[in-house]
């Protein structure tokens, strides 16, 4: 029966084979194993979130939706006019000229005094700007159409060559009729 001792077969008692590392050992590797398995899930979700993202984005088109609600639409700057200015009659600068009459209002900062001022004591400069400026134009430059580039040509120019400590925002045509012969 030796043959049998050295196999195993022995009779040991009974006892189960003795486990390696204690308590702590055991639950370390049990812990550890669960963080890994959190972390890689973590991962996977992240990667699939950003991908599903990607996929999206690329599939559609960019759409921009513009509110348009009173809080959202631009307001206008409210503006003070100076309505004094004579009215202008002159002729075009056409071969046959035109006769040309002109009422305008210069706009202005709401409550700034010192623009009103000096437009004021101005005026005959800005009568013989405006009876020249419409003087030097063609019928055809003084279509309605024109209206807008006119009205910034007028503001731009009465800032820049007339009026020396203020500066007018708008110019309002009241009145501009082009009458051909």
Same mark, same amino acid.
């Given at each position: 029966?030796?043959?049998?001792?050295?196999?195993?077969?022995?009779?040991?008692?009974?006892?189960?084979?003795?486990?390696?590392?204690?308590?702590?050992?055991?639950?370390?590797?049990?812990?550890?194993?669960?963080?890994?398995?959190?972390?890689?899930?973590?991962?996977?979700?992240?990667?699939?979130?950003f991908?599903?993202?990607?996929?999206?984005?690329?599939?559609?088109?960019?759409?921009?939706?513009?509110?348009?609600?009173?809080?959202?639409?631009?307001?206008?700057? *409210?503006? =003070?006019?100076?309505? %004094?200015? !004579?009215? &202008? /009659?002159?002729?075009?600068?056409?071969?046959?000229?035109?006769?040309?009459?002109?009422?305008?209002?210069?706009?202005?900062?709401?409550?700034?005094?010192?623009?009103?001022?000096?437009?004021?004591?101005?005026?005959?400069?800005?009568?013989?700007?405006?009876?020249?400026?419409?003087a030097?134009?063609?019928a055809?430059?003084?279509?309605?159409?024109?209206?807008?580039?006119l009205?910034?040509?007028?503001?731009?120019? *009465?800032? =820049?060559?007339?009026? %020396?400590? !203020?500066? &007018? /925002?708008?110019?309002?045509?009241?009145?501009?009729?082009?009458?051909?012969?």
């Amino acid at each position: 029966m030796a043959d049998d001792d050295e196999l195993g077969f022995g009779d040991d008692g009974g006892a189960a084979p003795a486990k390696k590392g204690g308590k702590v050992g055991g639950i370390f590797t049990g812990m550890l194993k669960w963080i890994l398995i959190g972390v890689g899930a973590v991962i996977l979700i992240v990667v699939v979130v950003f991908v599903t993202i990607r996929l999206v984005q690329n599939n559609t088109t960019a759409t921009t939706v513009i509110p348009l609600g009173e809080s959202y639409t631009a307001q206008r700057e *409210i503006l =003070d006019w100076y309505q %004094s200015l !004579s009215t &202008i /009659r002159t002729s075009t600068a056409d071969e046959i000229p035109a006769s040309v009459i002109v009422s305008i209002a210069l706009g202005y900062k709401q409550g700034d005094r010192a623009t009103s001022t000096e437009i004021s004591l101005r005026m005959v400069e800005l009568s013989a700007f405006l009876r020249h400026y419409f003087a030097g134009k063609t019928a055809a430059e003084l279509r309605p159409q024109n209206e807008e580039r006119l009205k910034i040509e007028i503001r731009n120019a *009465i800032n =820049d060559e007339i009026l %020396s400590s !203020s500066k &007018i /925002r708008d110019v309002a045509l009241l009145q501009l009729d082009v009458i051909e012969q």
